[in-house]
């Protein structure tokens, strides 16, 4: 059973940066393909970033696209999302995730979860 724990979440004026990390433990890391997705209260978790299992592969929504990096270190069975340009409608929890059956972008293809971390971005 792995363990995923998010961090580096905060409060942030539009325009500026962040950077997320997701600490994976409990399994075997570098065959895990991953993924960022993001909730706000009353609507669906929505897809943010995948990323295949030896980062050679990354997918973005469109909304995030060009603003956002999706990276991971195997070594180090971490996950990173750097946000750069944030809006207000970046804000929300955002939670990492992982498959077993390669990048996936559908909430439930991902068969473990984090426990999020907040993100606000004001203007």
């Known amino acids: 059973q792995v363990q995923l724990v998010e961090s580096g979440g905060g409060f942030v004026q539009a325009g500026g940066s962040l950077r997320l990390s997701c600490a994976a433990s409990g399994g075997t890391f570098s065959s895990y393909a991953m993924g960022w997705f993001r909730q706000v209260p009353g609507k669906e978790r929505e897809f943010a970033a995948a990323?295949?299992?030896?980062?050679?592969?990354?997918y973005y929504a469109d909304s995030v696209k060009g603003r956002f990096t999706i990276s991971r270190d195997n070594a180090k069975n971490t996950v990173y999302l750097q946000m750069n340009s944030l809006k207000p409608e970046d804000t929300a929890v955002y939670y990492c995730?992982?498959?077993?059956?390669?990048?996936?972008?559908?909430?439930?293809?991902?068969?473990?979860w984090g426990q999020g971390t907040q993100v606000t971005v004001s203007s």
């Open positions: 995730a992982a498959s077993t059956r390669g990048l996936r972008i559908r909430k439930d293809e991902f068969g473990y």
């Open positions: 990323i295949s299992w030896n980062g050679g592969s990354t």
